[in-house]
């Protein structure tokens, strides 16, 4: 299911992420979270105390070296695996054909975790439905020019816009309706963890709204003056 020469090349890069860190403990959490994994799971299968894992995440406990980091990281994968592979599939999709940049304009994970509450904050967003479920963790974003993602991305390269994780802000710059981008998140099947619009639009299609009603995710309008301001507002928060 995994190729070999990918798999490496994920595992020696989440388990840089996770030595290098200025806080190791903080990075290994926030990988746990991403593949979906208790503390508990990953210490049965790793053999050893969940306190152990919590030791370390809290910074209890001395950093762990590189070849345990190496070995959690692929007990990370393994389990993944197992589970049907879905943090797996993006990271495939991930490290294959880069997305067009004038279309995404931006795909990033967040070093911490975030409610849609905090997101939402960030981008001055108006909710539109489904404001009850802002309080679901996020853990990335991206941004895509609306008009060219619906013309020129293909099947795969929507799915590749969730990064590592489908629990993410998938973000549209350029809204003029909303009609669009909300037919493709539906097309596609895949369901983000927040829809955001940027854009000279001052309500939402009636289909868009509807289509983000029966998938339960959160659509927010952004108002921020510019793309720019958009992008800077999130890479803050990615900071």
Known sequence: MFPDPIKDRVARWIAGDIALSEDPGSALKRWREIFGMSQTTLAEALHISSSVISDYEAGRRKSPGVATVRRIVEMFIKVDEKQGGQVARAFMHMFGTQLPPDIVLDIREFREPIDGKTLCKAVEGEVIINKELLDQKLFGYTIVDSYKAVIGLSADDFTRLYGLTTERALVFTGVTTGRSPMVAVKVMG?????????????????????????????????????????????????A
């Open 190 to 238: 895949i369901t983000p963890g927040m829809v955001i619009f940027h854009g000279e639009l001052k309500q939402v299609d009636p289909l868009g709204i509807k289509i983000a009603e029966i998938l339960r995710v959160p659509l927010v309008i952004s108002r921020l003056p510019s793309v720019s301001d958009l992008l800077e507002s999130l890479r803050k928060c990615a």
